[in-house]
């Protein structure tokens, strides 16, 4: 973590924090230690805006990949339906 306060600049580093913090609960990885180093590197106030920005879009972005496959997903479960029936 050190390597990742150190290697980008404070902007880049809460670029990389939102979008770590967006991205890893799609893919199934834990978001708690980027929760903890924008807490740690940015402060309360301007740590909690970056979990708040990357957690939002983390919770969208599920939503919004759902909604995109619903239409696929209803029609195979209906055609499932109907052939079992």
Do not use: C, D, N
């Not at 390597?3 to 980008?8: G, L, R």
């Not at 880049?12 to 980027?34: D, H, R």
């Not at 909690?48 to 919004?64: D, K, R, S």
């Amino acid at each position: 973590m050190q390597w990742e306060a150190t290697a980008f600049g404070r902007p880049v580093l809460a670029l990389v924090l939102i979008a770590s913090l967006a991205l890893f609960p799609v893919i199934l990885v834990p978001s708690g230690p980027s929760m903890w180093l924008a807490g740690m590197i940015f402060g309360y106030g301007l740590g909690f805006v970056i979990i708040m920005v990357g957690t939002t879009i983390g919770m969208a972005l599920p939503y919004l990949i759902g909604i995109m496959f619903r239409e696929r997903i209803h029609v195979r479960l209906l055609i499932s339906f109907l052939e079992s029936a």
